[in-house]
């Protein structure tokens, strides 16, 4: 018999039980419902709504029966159609009809809600503490690779150059701005929703607020239509799930250029590499290809909630059962994705010598020359005027700036001097960096021990 079975005349199709069942994936929840169910019995036997013996009894059997889930030894009955239906069966065998006291003054509207949010509340403070195993890792590299200077990109053309470290401090800062997010919805995801009674309250005494307090939730919801049929909090942390993806899409890019053969910055660890079946020479970097790819998994979950929650009519829809194969998913994968990040930062080699040819060229240093006209009174304007036609003429006849004399440069500009050549060097262009935030050795290292500090590294 199932939870509504009493109104029916005839039973469902086995086809509707396939199509409509959601075991296969709501097991994840069992501990959660198990929780819940605790707290809503033993507060139903303080309010003296059933019996304390009966109270004690049914928490009893839960107990039993989250034993067995954290044992991994509980047996989840495919022919029930959920996770609610597979525990009362469960409790049943265990305290007989005391068992059917259990669902007084709830609906599966709010107790699904409720394991939802538990589900939420664990999985995300675990990816929250994940991003900061991340972070320390990414803080340890730069450390260890400090005196590295790297080209710097704007449209995959060369810019300037900067610290690789400085480079590795804004995944950091990336990372830092997910975890904000994860703990602003982690904030707005804390109330209780049990005993909203699928959607308007119940003439029985329940005292919301114990259950709430019980399971460490600071408060109830406040409206009970809202709190079945919300899925606010769903969308909030895939959404969140979706970004955080995006800057480990992007730091695998990097990683995917820079271990080429034409760039050969640095050397990928084996671990988290695979070879070619035809070409026996291939190291390919398909760990961060497929993490790039799995980003649009995230995309694709957080469009399946917004497209599925649009135009819902309040309060419960049997729509919204689909929305946890989209959350499971997107959660397992960002893990999977922190854990593989945190190995590669860890193994990750930089091929310093390699790295070095590539800042000997002159274009990385034309903005320190402007600079160095506008610390002298010339205008922007015509600062970027000068050194792009010295750029120009000197490209088009094959000489270098630094070669140039001083009546060479004289022709350009009445300011320049010899000094100016002191500029055309990587070490000099970092150095000379002042701005706060910028690519300075001494600012990134303040910036260093700020993170180890704020990560307990």
């Given at each position: 018999?199932?939870?509504?079975?009493?109104?029916?005349?005839?039973?469902?199709?086995?086809?509707?039980?396939?199509?409509?069942?959601?075991?296969?994936?709501?097991?994840?929840?069992?501990?959660?419902?198990?929780?819940?169910?605790?707290?809503?019995?033993?507060?139903?036997?303080?309010?003296?709504?059933?019996?304390?013996?009966?109270?004690?009894?049914?928490?009893?059997?839960?107990?039993?029966?989250?034993?067995?889930?954290?044992?991994?030894?509980?047996?989840?009955?495919?022919?029930?159609?959920?996770?609610?239906?597979?525990?009362?069966?469960?409790?049943?065998?265990?305290?007989?009809?005391?068992?059917?006291?259990?669902?007084?003054?709830?609906?599966?509207?709010?107790?699904?809600?409720?394991?939802?949010?538990?589900?939420?509340?664990?999985?995300?403070?675990?990816?929250?503490?994940?991003?900061?195993?991340?972070?320390?890792?990414?803080?340890?590299?730069?450390?260890?690779?400090?005196?590295?200077?790297?080209?710097?990109?704007?449209?995959?053309?060369?810019?300037?150059?900067?610290?690789?470290?400085?480079?590795?401090?804004?995944?950091?800062?990336?990372?830092?701005?997910?975890?904000?997010?994860?703990?602003?919805?982690?904030?707005?995801?804390?109330?209780?929703?049990?005993?909203?009674?699928?959607?308007?309250?119940?003439?029985?005494?329940?005292?919301?607020?114990?259950?709430?307090?019980?399971?460490?939730?600071?408060?109830?919801?406040?409206?009970?239509?809202?709190?079945?049929?919300?899925?606010?909090?769903?969308?909030?942390?895939?959404?969140?799930?979706?970004?955080?993806?995006?800057?480990?899409?992007?730091?695998?890019?990097?990683?995917?250029?820079?271990?080429?053969?034409?760039?050969?910055?640095?050397?990928?660890?084996?671990?988290?590499?695979?070879?070619?079946?035809?070409?026996?020479?291939?190291?390919?970097?398909?760990?961060?290809?497929?993490?790039?790819?799995?980003?649009?998994?995230?995309?694709?979950?957080?469009?399946?909630?917004?497209?599925?929650?649009?135009?819902?009519?309040?309060?419960?829809?049997?729509?919204?059962?689909?929305?946890?194969?989209?959350?499971?998913?997107?959660?397992?994968?960002?893990?999977?994705?922190?854990?593989?990040?945190?190995?590669?930062?860890?193994?990750?080699?930089?091929?310093?010598?390699?790295?070095?040819?590539?800042?000997?060229?002159?274009?990385?240093?034309?903005?320190?020359?402007?600079?160095?006209?506008?610390?002298?009174?010339?205008?922007?304007?015509?600062?970027?005027?000068?050194?792009?036609?010295?750029?120009?003429?000197?490209?088009?006849?094959?000489?270098?700036?630094?070669?140039?004399?001083?009546?060479?440069?004289?022709?350009?500009?009445?300011?320049?001097?010899?000094?100016?050549?002191?500029?055309?060097?990587?070490?000099?262009?970092?150095?000379?960096?002042?701005?706060?935030?910028?690519?300075?050795?001494?600012?990134?290292?303040?910036?260093?021990?700020?993170?180890?500090?704020?990560l307990n590294v």
């Amino acid at each position: 018999m199932k939870f509504w079975g009493s109104r029916f005349a005839k039973g469902t199709d086995a086809l509707a039980d396939k199509f409509s069942f959601s075991i296969a994936y709501d097991y994840k929840l069992a501990l959660y419902d198990v929780m819940g169910s605790i707290a809503h019995v033993t507060m139903l036997g303080q309010c003296g709504i059933i019996s304390q013996p009966e109270a004690k009894k049914i928490a009893n059997g839960l107990s039993q029966i989250g034993t067995k889930i954290e044992k991994g030894t509980f047996k989840f009955d495919p022919k029930e159609e959920d996770i609610h239906s597979n525990i009362q069966a469960e409790l049943k065998k265990l305290v007989g009809a005391s068992a059917d006291k259990l669902h007084t003054a709830r609906s599966r509207n709010d107790l699904i809600v409720l394991d939802m949010k538990l589900y939420c509340l664990y999985e995300l403070t675990l990816i929250v503490d994940k991003i900061a195993k991340v972070q320390k890792a990414i803080v340890q590299f730069a450390a260890k690779n400090i005196d590295v200077i790297i080209p710097a990109y704007t449209h995959l053309q060369s810019a300037q150059v900067v610290l690789l470290a400085h480079h590795m401090l804004a995944y950091v800062e990336m990372l830092e701005r997910d975890k904000g997010r994860l703990f602003d919805a982690l904030n707005r995801m804390d109330t209780m929703p049990l005993g909203s009674c699928a959607l308007s309250g119940t003439t029985l005494p329940i005292k919301r607020e114990m259950v709430a307090e019980q399971l460490g939730f600071p408060q109830a919801t406040q409206n009970s239509i809202d709190s079945v049929s919300d899925r606010d909090f769903i969308i909030e942390a895939l959404a969140d799930l979706a970004i955080l993806g995006m800057h480990f899409s992007r730091m695998a890019e990097d990683m995917i250029i820079w271990s080429t053969q034409e760039f050969n910055f640095v050397n990928i660890d084996w671990s988290l590499c695979t070879g070619s079946s035809i070409m026996p020479h291939k190291k390919n970097p398909d760990i961060m290809e497929l993490v790039r790819g799995e980003t649009a998994t995230l995309y694709a979950n957080l469009n399946k909630l917004l497209i599925l929650t649009k135009a819902l009519p309040l309060t419960y829809n049997r729509d919204l059962q689909l929305d946890k194969p989209a959350l499971f998913e997107s959660v397992e994968k960002v893990g999977d994705i922190l854990g593989l990040f945190a190995i590669l930062f860890d193994t990750l080699k930089v091929n310093k010598a390699e790295v070095a040819k590539r800042i000997i060229n002159e274009s990385f240093f034309t903005v320190d020359i402007m600079d160095y006209l506008i610390k002298k009174g010339v205008s922007y304007r015509d600062a970027h005027d000068v050194v792009g036609k010295m750029v120009k003429e000197c490209l088009d006849h094959g000489k270098k700036i630094a070669d140039l004399s001083k009546a060479d440069l004289k022709k350009y500009s009445v300011k320049f001097e010899d000094d100016v050549k002191k500029l055309l060097n990587p070490e000099s262009s970092v150095k000379n960096k002042k701005s706060f935030g910028s690519t300075n050795p001494d600012l990134v290292k303040k910036q260093i021990n700020k993170w180890k500090k704020l990560l307990n590294v």
